[in-house]
């Protein structure tokens, strides 16, 4: 498994921007899919966007398409989201996680960073 940090979350006004960063620890980062979650209060944790280990795919959740753009560097074992257009409905906490080569879940999970869209 590899350990997870996440960064970059904030405060911002609605129209703006924030990109989110995650660190990953251990030698087999590049193999792994990564994905963005986000939880906003009172709601379920939702699926955001992902990327495969080679960065060929990527997918994202129909309310990010045009406003949110998920990357990876493998070189520094992170994993980005640039977020664009933010709205106060995007007040979350962002979360990424690592899907092992050969499986279908989730299975590293960062600590989370707090984002908050002002309107």
């Known amino acids: 498994q590899v350990q997870l940090v996440e960064s970059g979350g904030g405060l911002v006004q609605a129209g703006g921007s924030l990109r989110l960063s995650c660190a990953a620890s251990?030698?087999?980062?590049?193999?792994?899919?990564m994905g963005w979650f986000r939880q906003a209060p009172g709601k379920e944790r939702e699926f955001v966007s992902a990327?495969?280990?080679?960065?060929?795919?990527?997918f994202d959740a129909v309310f990010v398409k045009g406003r949110f753009t998920i990357s990876r560097d493998n070189a520094k074992n992170t994993v980005y989201l640039q977020m664009n257009s933010l709205k106060p409905e995007d007040t979350a906490v962002y979360y990424c996680a690592a899907q092992p080569p050969g499986q279908t879940v989730w299975g590293s999970w960062g600590q989370g960073t707090h984002v908050t869209v002002s309107s």
């Open positions: 990327i495969s280990w080679d960065s060929g795919r990527t």
């Open positions: 251990g030698r087999t980062f590049s193999s792994y899919a």
